[in-house]
């Protein structure tokens, strides 16, 4: 209930803070009342669809984050790192760079690429099933090779680079209603396959051991599980680009609100990726006057120093 009424009070103050700053009866009324004028514009066409993006892209990396932390039991998982979104990037870049015609099939290209890449990871992981560090480590593998395939097909193509830098540093900007329709349906299906998946990541929890004694096959469970976290990761990289950092911080402040219960931690963290999402936005955007920073990088600005924390913190308790 708080997170709920942090969400619907910052919603609020995105709506009426930017290049022009509107009251909350003037928001209402260009919402309910006005069909036409400058502020039914701005609040309606602009904002309105840039914070629903925030609250579902948010929602959806907290979500895969969680999830995958699961698949791994390792607090540091998270769709950037092992290597879902480089996949989905990939394959949205070149489309970008190669075939700019077919713009409308960039979020069908990033899905598609973002299963290859889980497909590579558990293939190169799998051996007489698959143990969650050889995960971690072919997803590094994984990531590192993408990557420089990424940074060769941009020097190639450095003269059509505006769409390619706005999309792999992240950004809501220039978001429409059009784009809303795709990520609300991509994110309902994908957050509620997440919902379905609390039981089962509970259950991994528990070790291999216990769970394979409960009789639960391990193996394929990890499969589903990594395949929702691919598909809600590839569903906001397609529609905003690569935002990192929301799928490892999350569930960490998620665990410290609620615990380590899946049935507590995935509504919690759904709701907070959705709040801290539209939190940096929003600072980004209003920041400093008349510039916009994306907001890939006002998460990497904070992240970064959350995960050093995490570090320092996992390596105190592992040395006491």
């Not at 904002?47 to 979500?63: K, S, W």
């Not at 990531?143 to 999309?167: C, E, H, I, K």
């Not at 799928?247 to 402040?253: A, R």
């Amino acid at each position: 209930m708080a997170l709920l009424a942090v969400l619907a009070a910052l919603s609020l103050l995105a709506l009426s803070i930017g290049s022009a700053d509107y009251s909350v009866p003037q928001i209402i009324n260009a919402l309910l009342y006005e069909e036409r004028g400058p502020i039914h514009v701005v609040v309606y066409n602009l904002r309105l669809p840039r914070l629903i993006m925030a609250i579902e892209v948010g929602a959806c990396l907290a979500v895969a984050g969680a999830l995958l932390q699961a698949v791994m039991r390792n607090p540091l998982a998270d769709p950037g790192i092992i290597g879902v979104s480089a996949g989905a990037a990939t394959a949205a870049t070149t489309v970008l760079l190669l075939f700019p015609s077919m713009l409308a099939a960039v979020p069908l290209f990033a899905f598609g690429g973002a299963a290859l890449a889980c497909v590579l990871i558990y293939v190169m992981a799998w051996h007489d099933g698959v143990d969650p560090v050889r995960i971690i480590l072919s997803g590094v593998a994984i990531n590192t090779v993408l990557g420089a395939y990424n940074a060769f097909l941009q020097m190639l193509n450095s003269d059509n680079l505006a769409n390619v830098l706005a999309f792999m540093n992240g950004s809501l900007s220039g978001c429409n209603w059009q784009q809303i329709y795709v990520i609300t349906a991509y994110s309902s299906v994908g957050i509620i396959l997440g919902l379905c998946c609390i039981k089962s990541a509970n259950i991994l929890q528990l070790g291999d051991e216990m769970a394979t004694s409960l009789g639960v096959n391990v193996s394929w469970v990890r499969v589903f599980l990594s395949a929702v976290g691919a598909f809600l990761a590839a569903s906001t990289v397609a529609v905003a680009g690569m935002i990192g950092f929301i799928g490892l911080v999350v569930p960490h402040i998620a665990r410290m609100l609620v615990g380590s219960d899946y049935k507590a931690l995935l509504p919690v963290s759904t709701l907070l990726g959705a709040v801290l999402l539209l939190a940096a936005d929003t600072l980004g955007r209003t920041l400093i006057s008349g510039m916009e920073i994306p907001v890939g990088i006002v998460m990497a600005a904070t992240g970064g120093p959350f995960f050093l924390y995490m570090l320092r913190k996992k390596g105190r308790v592992s040395g006491s």
